[in-house]
C-alpha cells in the first residue's frame, strides 16, 4: 500500500518537473489487465504512461458524455463486491461474480439477485443522498451502471474520464476492471483504447462513501459527505499520438514572459508543436523531445492582463501532429511584497466569501454550471472579486466560470482538523488529491492560491505532513501564492497565531470565531489581534449563526441582528490589523451539515450563511457588501493616488 502510493506522488512530482514521462498509476489497474494501445504495448505497468495524469482540459476534446439517468442498486453489506467469505469477487481468479457482471438471468431456474435494469435511476452527475430519501444519511456502497454506444476507430485512443466519485470508485468496462481510484472532489481517467466495444457498452462503478479515520477527509469533518457520482463522465477521443497536457501561463512574477510546456504521449514523441494566441499576435514553435516534452517560453509586448475588473480570456491554439486542442487563458501575475499582495503589481485588497460546492436550492451537490453560475453571482452581488472555494476542490467547471466572470480563487484539498498525521499512506493520498488538483486547474487565472488545508492543529507530526504538503504544491507550480486556513491562539484578550506552518505560507491565513466560538456581541471588541508575520493576513473565516427570518436584538444568537452586529464588530477588529488584505468570512449560503442537528434552529443545517437555504439574504449579506463597496473605493482612491505621484 505505502510503497505504492508513494512511487505515484514522486513519479508525479518527477514527471511535472520534466524527469521522464512515463510514470506510475495514479490509481490501480489491475495487475492482468494492462491496457490495449500502441503505446502501452509491452511495457510494465509502473511504465503505462500518463495512468497518473487526466488529459488536460478534456472538455476542449472530442468526446462522448455519459452522463443521464443511471441505474443504481444500494449495496450496505457489499455483497456485489465481496463472496461469502469476503474475498473480492475482482480479485478471484474467474474475475466475475460482482455486480459488475450486469447478469441476466439465462433461464427461468437460474438465479440472479440484483438487476440493474429492474432498479431506480439517478441523475448523473449527482450525488444519491439527495436523491433518494432512503438515502439521505447512507455512507457506504452503491453501485451505478449505464450503457453507451461506441465506434472506436483504429488509430485513436480512448480514455473514461470521471470528474469526481465519493469517496472510493471501482470501474468496470463490459464486466472487466478499469481500476480504482480514492479521492471524492478530483478527476481520474482509465485508457480504454481496445477495451470499448463497437456498438453496445456497458460501464459499472462502485462508489463507496463510508468514512475512515486514515482517508483524506478524515471520518470528521462539518459538511455532508455526499456520494455518488457527483460530476461528469466522459468518454474522451484522442489521436494515437496527442496533447496530454500543458501550460501556458505567465512566468512567475513576469508579466512579460508566457512560460510553460507542451507534453505529448503517443508513439510518435518527437514533434513540432506550436502554440498561438491569434488575438495577442503570439506564436511559437517548439519541438518536443524524445519524452515527449517541450518547454514554451513565449515573450510579451502588450497584453491585457486578467483581473476582476476586467477578466480578459485569450484564445489559445496547441497543435502537434495530428492534434489540436483549443483553450480560453487568463495572464495575470500573483505575487506578495511584505505585506502587499500584488495582482499584476498592484496592491489590491481581496474581497471574499466562502463557499461549499452545494445548492440550497436543488439539495445536494452542484450539477451543472447554472447552479455554479448561481452561487458566484451571488457573491459577486456582494462586490466579491474572490472566492474561498472550501473545503475541497470543486469542479473545473466551477473554475472556469470565475475565470470568465472574474473571481479570484482560493482553492484546497480537504485536509481538515484531525487527519491521521503519522500515516504515510495519508499523506501520500494527501499529496495526490493535491497534485490532482493542481493539474487540473494550473491554466486557470482565476486560481490564485492554492491551500493545503483547514484549522489542522500544530503538532510536531502535522507539522511534518504540512511542510511536506507545502513543498509538494510549489513544486508542481510555483506562480501561485501557498495558503491554509490556520487557527488562532488566545493569550487573555490577545489574539495571535502561533503555527510553524506560517513560515512556509505566503499568507498569514486563518480562521478566527470571535462572537461566537469565543465572546459575544457584548465583549468581543474587549480582544485584538497581533499577527506576528511580515505577510498579507487573510482571514479565511469568521462568521455566526443565523436562521433565515429569525428575529431578535444584536444579542439573541441565532437571530439575523446578531449574526448583522457580529460583522459590524468583526470588521472594526480586523481593521486594526495593520496587515489585513483581504477575508472570506463564512459562508456565502446555508450548508447541510450532520453535525448540526439542533431541531429549530439547524435542522441538520450549518446556518452561518449571508443567504439562507431558500435563497434569501440575510441582514448580513448587505452589510458585508457595503464594507466591501468602501474597501474598494479605499483601493481605488490609494491606486489613483499612486499613478498621480507616479506621473
Ligand atoms: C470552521 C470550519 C468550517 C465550519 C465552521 C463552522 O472553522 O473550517 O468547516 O463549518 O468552522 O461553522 O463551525
Known amino acids: 500500500m505505502l510503497n505504492r502510493f508513494s512511487a505515484v506522488v514522486v513519479a508525479v512530482l518527477a514527471w511535472h518537473a520534466g524527469a521522464f514521462a512515463a510514470p506510475s498509476p495514479q490509481h490501480e489497474t489491475p495487475q492482468d489487465q494492462a491496457p490495449q494501445n500502441q503505446a502501452s504495448q509491452n511495457q510494465p505497468l509502473q511504465n503505462q504512461p500518463l495512468q497518473n495524469q487526466t488529459l488536460q482540459n478534456i472538455y476542449g476534446r472530442t468526446h462522448q458524455n455519459l452522463d443521464g439517468r443511471w441505474h443504481y442498486i444500494v449495496d450496505p453489506y457489499e455483497t456485489g ?72 476507430k483504429d488509430g485513436k485512443r480512448y480514455f473514461l474520464y470521471f470528474g469526481a466519485v465519493n469517496y472510493e470508485a471501482h470501474v468496470y468496462l463490459n464486466g472487466k476492471k478499469l481500476g480504482s481510484h480514492k479521492g471524492g472532489f478530483t478527476p481520474f481517467q482509465f485508457d480504454v483504447t481496445g477495451k470499448l ?25 462539518d459538511w455532508w459527505n455526499y456520494g455518488g457520482i457527483t460530476r461528469d463522465v466522459l468518454l474522451a477521443e484522442v489521436p494515437a499520438t496527442y496533447i496530454a497536457d500543458y501550460k501556458v501561463q505567465l512566468a512567475k512574477g513576469d508579466a512579460r514572459r508566457i512560460e510553460g510546456y507542451v507534453q505529448l504521449d503517443g508513439a510518435r514523441k518527437e514533434q513540432e508543436v506550436t502554440v498561438t494566441i491569434p488575438e495577442a499576435n503570439l506564436s511559437a514553435k517548439v519541438r518536443t523531445d524524445a519524452n515527449g516534452r517541450a518547454t514554451i517560453r513565449i515573450p510579451v509586448k502588450a497584453l491585457r492582463y486578467w483581473s476582476p475588473e476586467d477578466p ?14 483549443s483553450d480560453r487563458i487568463g495572464f495575470r501575475t500573483i505575487e506578495t511584497r511584505g505585506r502587499d499582495i500584488l495582482l499584476n503589481g498592484k496592491s489590491t485588497f481581496w474581497r471574499g466569501v466562502s463557499l461549499h460546492d452545494e445548492s440550497p436550492l436543488i439539495p445536494g451537490r452542484l450539477r451543472g454550471s447554472g447552479d455554479m453560475r448561481m452561487l458566484l453571482q451571488w457573491a459577486k452581488d456582494m462586490n466579491c472579486n474572490y472566492v474561498r472555494l472550501a473545503h475541497y476542490p470543486h469542479s473545473e467547471e466551477m473554475i472556469r466560470l470565475a475565470d470568465e466572470m472574474g473571481l479570484m480563487v482560493w482553492a484546497e484539498v480537504p485536509v481538515y482538523w484531525t487527519i491521521s498525521w503519522q500515516n504515510p499512506a495519508t499523506l501520500q493520498n494527501a499529496q495526490q488529491q493535491l497534485t490532482e488538483l493542481v493539474v487540473r486547474d494550473k491554466n486557470r487565472a482565476s486560481v490564485v492560491v492554492w491551500s493545503i488545508g483547514n484549522e ?73 489581534f497581533n499577527i506576528p508575520y511580515d505577510k498579507p493576513v487573510m482571514i479565511t473565516e469568521f462568521g455566526a449563526d443565523a436562521l433565515g427570518g429569525f428575529h431578535g436584538d444584536a444579542d439573541t ?15 472594526r477588529m480586523l481593521e486594526a490589523i495593520p496587515g489585513l488584505r483581504g477575508m472570506t468570512p463564512w459562508v456565502l449560503v446555508d450548508f447541510r451539515s450532520p453535525r448540526r442537528p439542533h431541531p429549530y434552529f439547524q435542522d441538520f443545517w450549518n446556518r452561518k450563511g449571508l443567504i ?36
Request: net charge negative.
Open 81 to 152: 463486491y465481496y463472496d461469502y467469505r469476503r474475498k473480492p469477487y475482482d480479485e478471484s481468479e474467474k474475475g466475475s461474480g460482482g455486480y459488475y457482471d450486469d447478469r441476466q438471468p439465462k433461464d427461468k431456474g437460474d438465479i440472479v439477485e440484483y438487476s440493474f435494469d429492474g432498479s431506480p435511476t439517478l441523475a448523473i452527475p449527482g450525488d444519491w443522498n439527495s436523491q433518494d430519501a432512503r438515502l439521505e444519511f447512507y455512507e457506504g456502497t452503491v453501485w451505478m451502471r449505464q450503457k453507451f454506444d461506441a465506434a472506436p
Open 197 to 221: 466495444a463497437a456498438g453496445s457498452n456497458t460501464v459499472v462503478v462502485k462508489a463507496d462513501n463510508k468514512r475512515h479515520q486514515d482517508e483524506i477527509p478524515t471520518v470528521s469533518t
Open 312 to 325: 480578459k480570456l485569450y484564445g489559445m491554439t496547441i497543435a502537434a501532429g495530428g492534434d489540436k486542442v
Open 456 to 528: 489542522t492543529p500544530v503538532s510536531e507530526p502535522r507539522n511534518a505532513f504540512m511542510f511536506k504538503l507545502a513543498d509538494t504544491v510549489r513544486a508542481l507550480d510555483d506562480t501561485r501564492l501557498v495558503g491554509a486556513a490556520l487557527e488562532v491562539h488566545r493569550k487573555g484578550n490577545e489574539v495571535t497565531v502561533e503555527d510553524p506552518l506560517a513560515d512556509k505560507l505566503d499568507l498569514a491565513s486563518f480562521n478566527e470565531y470571535a462572537g461566537w466560538y469565543w465572546a459575544s456581541n457584548k465583549d468581543m471588541l474587549d480582544f485584538h
Open 557 to 571: 444568537r441565532w437571530s439575523e441582528e446578531y449574526q448583522d452586529q457580529l460583522y459590524k464588530n468583526q470588521f
Open 612 to 647: 439562507s437555504q431558500t435563497g434569501k439574504r440575510k441582514q448580513a449579506f448587505h452589510t458585508l457588501k457595503a464594507y466591501y463597496d468602501k474597501k474598494q473605493q479605499q483601493y481605488q482612491q490609494n491606486k489613483q493616488n499612486q499613478q498621480n505621484q507616479q506621473n
